[in-house]
Structures are given as C-alpha cells and as structure tokens.
Nanobody
Framework: EVQLVESGGGLVQAGGSLRLSCVAS???????????IGWFRQVPGKEREGVSC?????????YYVDSVKGRFTFSSDMAKNTIYLQMDDLKPEDSAVYYC????????????????WGQGTQVSVSS
C-alpha cells in the first residue's frame, strides 16, 4: 500500500518561507507519478482544502488554489519519490496541518478524490 510521510512544517513569521516534503513508498508495481498527487491543508473546525495538485494526464499543468497562487510552488523529484511544496510570503491564514495525498484521480481537488494520505505536518505562521 502507498505510504506518504510529510516533513518540513514549523513556526515561521509572516513573510517567511517553508518547504514541505512528502516521501512516498509502496506503489504496488506503479510509479509515484502514475498517481494524481496533491497537497491539502486543514484547520480545526474547517474542511480539508485542496492547495495544489498534479496529474499524469495533465502534463506541465499544476493546480493552485487562488489564495496561494504566486506564493506556493509544487515540485517533484520522482527519482526520490518525493514531492515538495515551497511556501513563500507566508501569511497567518496559511497556518494549518498540511497533508500530501495520492490517488487514482485526474486533478482531483477534494479529499474524496484521493486514496492515500500522509500523517500531516503543522505549519504555523505568526503575525
């Protein structure tokens, strides 16, 4: 079974940067980039929100939710089975638990589109 492990969260001041990583394993004969892959975030009391995602059927296209466009960058190193989320110019409203996810989806933007989830990493941005 696919396993995902996030890291890189922490506490940062507004305007600062963090880079999240997600290492994947257990692809059952497939490659990591055969899956739709996404970053989500969640704050207590709110629904999990899709932040950014890629899909093998949408080559060279990356989805970003409007609130992070121009500040966050999704990248990958498939030789290391790792994806990244570079987060710049962080704002207090970016504070959340961030999750990576994988699934048999094409640019899925909601949690139900994904089958496998990491444990999450906390990002806290102080004002």
């Amino acid at each position: 079974e696919v396993q995902l492990v996030e890291s890189g969260g922490g506490l940062v001041q507004a305007g600062g940067s963090l880079r999240l990583s997600c290492v994947a394993s257990g692809f059952n004969g497939y490659n990591f980039d055969d899956y739709g892959i996404g970053w989500f975030r969640q704050v207590p009391g709110k629904e999990r929100e899709g932040v950014s995602c890629i899909s093998p059927v949408a080559v060279n296209y990356t989805y970003y939710v409007d609130s992070v466009k121009g500040r966050f960058t999704f990248s990958s190193d498939m030789a290391k089975n790792t994806i990244y989320l570079q987060m710049d110019d962080l704002k207090p409203e970016d504070s959340a638990v961030y999750y990576c996810a994988a699934g048999w989806t094409s640019m899925g933007r909601v949690p139900r589109d994904y089958d496998y989830w990491g444990q999450g990493t906390q990002v806290s941005v102080s004002s």
